[in-house]
């Protein structure tokens, strides 16, 4: 089991970066410096509002519009294949962008998001720089990585992406977190977990892998370096039990609310 002791809370903290790794960017021919989360420190998943973490927590996953957890390593959630709920005037700004079908726009049926187009380079390249834009507002927030996410929603497109227009889409993203100096976390999608250092991912941000029996996968790809949260306490008990001594495996509730369900192994 991984620590949980409040006298380590401090050493856990200190403990989450580890030497900086450098990178070759596309855009950025200098190699880049980015910190990697280590795999044996509590984390917490806030992507639906900040608050004081678990003492021993030294990772904590954020909206991007919120701010980081001072002394610990903190993750900006950005949702960069859908568009979030309430930002839907701010696309409608860029409605080319948005995927649609016969003229609406098509919907992810479970969070009512809007998906994004990422079926042509100038429309990804087009994607990538408002993407850009908040992942380097990531890095001047004092983030230390980013999570992009609904990386597999061509599986809720209607047959209209394919998975390689993601694939593209998401080497732009990687190569943008790594030019800011964060490092870019894959989200889900473990059926490409072995793709996903090509790609230019660092790191994993998995949901519910338990469940579906993916953490495996994830593991692998990324050196134990992978941050699970699971919304069942079946699968919860069964992530602790199989990985709590190896990853980072948080139970929340599936709003991921302030005051919602949050407990570690």
């Known amino acids: 089991m991984r620590r949980v002791a409040a006298v380590l809370a401090v050493a856990a903290a200190l403990a989450v970066i580890v030497p900086a790794s450098a990178y070759a960017s596309p855009v950025h021919d200098r190699p880049v410096p980015v910190s990697l989360p280590t795999p044996?420190?509590?984390?917490?998943?806030?992507?639906?509002?900040?608050?004081?973490?678990?003492?021993?927590?030294?990772?904590?996953?954020?909206?991007?519009?919120?701010?980081?957890?001072?002394?610990?390593?903190?993750?900006?959630?950005?949702?960069?294949?859908?568009?979030?709920?309430?930002?839907?005037?701010?696309?409608?700004?860029?409605?080319?962008?948005?995927?649609?079908?016969?003229?609406?726009?098509?919907?992810?049926?479970?969070?009512?998001?809007?998906?994004?187009?990422?079926?042509?380079?100038?429309?990804?390249?087009?994607?990538?720089?408002?993407?850009?834009?908040?992942?380097?507002?990531?890095?001047?927030?004092?983030?230390?990585?980013?999570?992009?996410?609904?990386?597999?929603?061509?599986?809720?497109?209607?047959?209209?992406?394919?998975?390689?227009?993601?694939?593209?889409?998401?080497?732009?993203?990687?190569?943008?977190?790594?030019?800011?100096?964060?490092?870019?976390?894959?989200k889900n999608w473990a059926e490409i977990a072995d793709r996903g250092p090509g790609i230019g991912f660092d790191f994993a941000v998995a949901e519910e892998c338990n469940r579906w029996h993916e953490c495996r996968s994830y593991a692998s790809a990324y050196d134990d370096r992978v941050l699970v949260v699971e919304y069942r306490d079946q699968d919860f008990a069964q992530g602790c039990d199989r990985w709590g001594s190896r990853l980072a495996v948080v139970r929340r509730d599936v709003n991921v609310t302030p005051g919602g369900v949050n407990r570690r192994c």
């Open 40 to 186: 044996d420190v509590d984390w917490d998943y806030q992507i639906g509002g900040g608050f004081p973490p678990a003492p021993s927590v030294g990772i904590v996953s954020r909206d991007r519009r919120d701010a980081p957890l001072a002394d610990a390593y903190n993750v900006c959630y950005v949702n960069a294949f859908q568009t979030q709920a309430d930002e839907k005037p701010f696309w409608r700004d860029h409605w080319r962008l948005v995927l649609k079908k016969d003229g609406r726009p098509v919907v992810d049926g479970v969070w009512g998001e809007w998906l994004l187009d990422t079926r042509t380079p100038v429309k990804r390249h087009a994607l990538a720089r408002i993407v850009g834009r908040w992942t380097d507002r990531c890095a001047a927030d004092g983030f230390d990585a980013v999570e992009y996410d609904n990386f597999d929603s061509w599986n809720r497109s209607r047959h209209l992406v394919r998975k390689a227009h993601n694939v593209a889409y998401a080497r732009l993203l990687t190569a943008r977190a790594h030019k800011a100096g964060l490092a870019a976390a894959q």
